[in-house]
C-alpha cells in the first residue's frame, strides 16, 4: 500500500509539473500575441496622449535625465544618476511630506540595494525598526518565520518606518548634490517629436507652464500615474481595499517582526512603524469598505476583525478604533507591459504595481534602480534616442520585479479565506508546511525578502505545498472523495 501511495505522489507530482509547464507555455505564447497585437496600435494611442509640443535648441539646458516624481523611486534614482555624473531634473508635484498607510516596510533585499546605491543612512535618524522575520497567525496557533540572514552582515535586516520620513531623506540627499535639480510642479504631458519622447510639459507651483527638454525621461509618478498610458499597456486590477490604523503603548507578541493574521475573509497586518507605535493593515476583499463616516467601519472593525487581533493587541486595536483615525486605501496590482518608447522608460508603481501583503514593491523600485544605473553607466552618448531604446530594452527583461510580484499575488489569493474547500485546504497546507521550519520556511521566506528571488525556488515551493496538502489527504489511506479534493488542490494551485 505504502508503494502505491509513493507512486501516485510521485505520479502526481509529475503531472502538476508537465501541467504547470504547459499552462505556462500558453500563457506566455498569448501574452507574446498581445503585445504584438498592443504594439500596432501604439502609434495611434500615442498621438493622443502625448503632447505634440517641441523641443528646439534654444529649450535645452543641458539635463541628461529628467524624472518625473520623487517618491522612493524617483528620489532613490535621481542621487544614483546624480552620483554618477548625469545632470538630473525632478519634477515632483508636491514636495511636502508624503503621509500614507503602505510603503512603511521595507525588505532585507531592498535593504542590500539601499547600500549598494550608498543610500542606507536615509534609514537613520527616522526612528526605523529592524525587522528580523514575520509571525503568522492561524486559528490560534502561530509560527515564527525568520529572514535567512547568516550569510550577511550584522546590520542587513528589514526595516519599517514612517514613509513620508523616509522618502524626505532621500529627496534631501538627492538635493545634496550640485548637478541634481529639484523642482515642485505637475507634470502634464511628454513631449513627442516623431515618435521620441523630448521631454516634459509642466505646470510650476504658481501656475506657469513650461517645458523640459532631456535625451532620457523616467517616469516614476505612482500608482496613479497620468503618463503610463502612452507608455505602457496599463491593466489595473483592484483587489482589495487596506484599512490603516496606528496602535499605540502595545507590545507585539514578537518583537522586531511582521506580524501576519490569516483570518476571515482575509490578511491583518501588523508590523512596527516607530518605536512607540504599530501599523495594523486590515484587508477588506473588493473595491468597497463600510463607510466610515456613519460609523459601519468601526462596527466592522470591532464584530468581526477584533476577534481574530492577537490577544496581545486588542486592548490596543479597539482603541485605536475609538480614536477614529481610521484610513483606507485601494489595494492595486497592475503587471508590467511596457512599449519601449524612445526617450522614455517607466519605473516604479506607474510601471508595475503589485498587492502590498508581501511588502515588495520598494524592493522591486530599488532593484530597478540598480539595474538602470548598470546600464546607463558605460553610455557616453545619451542624444541617440533609438539606439539607447533598443539598448535599454534589456531592463524590462530582469526576473527580480516579476517572481516578487507573482509571489505577491498568489500569497494573497492563498492566504484569503474561501468557502471552497481545495482552497481552504491550500491554505492549511500552506501555514503548515511554513511552520515545518527548515528549508520548507527559510526558502519562501528567502523569495519573500527579495534575498533569493529566484522564479525556479518560487515555483518547485509553490507545488511542494501543493503536494504537501494532497499528501496529507492520501495518508493514512486514499478515498475517492479524497482523491478528487487532491486532484481539485492541484488544480487549484496551477489556476492561482
Not at 24 to 46: C, G, H, P, Q
Not at 130 to 144: E, I, S
Not at 176 to 196: A, C, D, F, P
Not at 363 to 375: E, G, K, M, W
Request: hydrophobic share 40%; proline share 6%; charged share 20%.
Amino acid at each position: 500500500m505504502k508503494m502505491v501511495i509513493d507512486q501516485f505522489l510521485l505520479a502526481a507530482f509529475l503531472a502538476s509539473l508537465v501541467g504547470y509547464a504547459l499552462l505556462y507555455i500558453l500563457r506566455f505564447k498569448n501574452e507574446n500575441d498581445r503585445k504584438t497585437s498592443a504594439s500596432k496600435v501604439r502609434n495611434e494611442r500615442v498621438k493622443n496622449l502625448i503632447n505634440n509640443g517641441e523641443c528646439r535648441p534654444e529649450n535645452r539646458s543641458g539635463t541628461d535625465v529628467i524624472i518625473v516624481g520623487a517618491g522612493v523611486a524617483g528620489a532613490a534614482l535621481a542621487y544614483t544618476l546624480g552620483k554618477d555624473a548625469l545632470r538630473v531634473r525632478v519634477i515632483e508635484r508636491d514636495l511636502t511630506e508624503p503621509d500614507r498607510i503602505v510603503g512603511e516596510l521595507l525588505q532585507p533585499g531592498g535593504y542590500l540595494k539601499l547600500l549598494e546605491l550608498g543610500l542606507e543612512d536615509c534609514v537613520e535618524e527616522i526612528d526605523a525598526q529592524r525587522v528580523f522575520g514575520y509571525a503568522l497567525f492561524k486559528d490560534g496557533r502561530n509560527t515564527r518565520l525568520s529572514y535567512p540572514l547568516e550569510k550577511f552582515n550584522s546590520d542587513v535586516s528589514g526595516r519599517s518606518f514612517h514613509n513620508g520620513r523616509f522618502i524626505q531623506r532621500m529627496r534631501k540627499k538627492a538635493a545634496s548634490l550640485s548637478n541634481v535639480q529639484m523642482e515642485q510642479g505637475t507634470v502634464t504631458s511628454l513631449i513627442e517629436e516623431n515618435g521620441t519622447i523630448k521631454g516634459v510639459q509642466y505646470k510650476t507651483k504658481s501656475g506657469e507652464e513650461l517645458k523640459a527638454c532631456a535625451p532620457l525621461t523616467i517616469v516614476c509618478d505612482g500608482c496613479f500615474s497620468n503618463l503610463r498610458r502612452s507608455l505602457c499597456n496599463p491593466k489595473v486590477e483592484v483587489q482589495s481595499c487596506f484599512v490603516g490604523l496606528v496602535l499605540e503603548n502595545c507590545q507585539l507578541p514578537f518583537p522586531n517582526h511582521g506580524h501576519v493574521v490569516l483570518a476571515n475573509p482575509s490578511p491583518i497586518l501588523f508590523y512596527p512603524n516607530s518605536s512607540t507605535e504599530v501599523r495594523c493593515l486590515v484587508d477588506v476583499p473588493g473595491q468597497k469598505v463600510p463607510s466610515i463616516a456613519n460609523g459601519e467601519m468601526a462596527k466592522y472593525l470591532k464584530t468581526v476583525v477584533a476577534p481574530q487581533v492577537p490577544p496581545e493587541l486588542h486592548d490596543a486595536f479597539i482603541s485605536a478604533i475609538d480614536q477614529g483615525s481610521i484610513r483606507t486605501m485601494l489595494n492595486r496590482s497592475m503587471p508590467a507591459d511596457p512599449y519601449p518608447t524612445p526617450g522614455a522608460l517607466l519605473m516604479g508603481d506607474a510601471f508595475n504595481m503589485r498587492h502590498p501583503l508581501t511588502g515588495g514593491g520598494m524592493t522591486v523600485a530599488l532593484s530597478d534602480i540598480v539595474v538602470l544605473r548598470d546600464l546607463l553607466r558605460p553610455l557616453q552618448d545619451m542624444n541617440d534616442a533609438s539606439a539607447l531604446c533598443k539598448y535599454l530594452e534589456s531592463f524590462y527583461t530582469f526576473p527580480v520585479a516579476s517572481t516578487i510580484n507573482t509571489l505577491a499575488g498568489a500569497l494573497y489569493k492563498v492566504f484569503c479565506a474561501s468557502p471552497d474547500q481545495a482552497r481552504k485546504e491550500m491554505r492549511d497546507a500552506c501555514f503548515d508546511y511554513l511552520a515545518l521550519g527548515g528549508v520548507c520556511s527559510t526558502g519562501p521566506v528567502g523569495l519573500l525578502s527579495g534575498l533569493n528571488p529566484r522564479p525556479l525556488s518560487f515555483v518547485l515551493h509553490f507545488f511542494a505545498v501543493a503536494i504537501y496538502g494532497v499528501g496529507r489527504l492520501l495518508l493514512p489511506l486514499p478515498s475517492p472523495n479524497r482523491l478528487w479534493l487532491g486532484a481539485r488542490l492541484i488544480s487549484v494551485c496551477s489556476l492561482v
